[in-house]
């Protein structure tokens, strides 16, 4: 499955800041903007992932209907 969100890169300092702007929590630094890109892919990614498993851990058992949602903004 493959998804668009909005990176946001601030410069502060020696640093990058860099954020998903549709999700909260998904934050990372780096030294250069090649890393900080790097880092926010991996932090999304670990993100979404780990949202999935605890929510399929809290379902676990109940009768729930789960179907794909998607949206154009």
Known sequence: MK???TAVFEKRGKWYV???????GVNTQGRTLKETRKN?????ALILETNR???EKRLSGQNVLKEPI????
């Open 40 to 44: 926010l892919k991996e932090a999304l």
């Open 70 to 73: 998607a949206v154009n903004i």
């Open 18 to 24: 860099g954020y998903v702007e549709e999700i909260t």
């Open 3 to 5: 998804s668009e969100f």
């Open 53 to 55: 498993e605890l929510a």
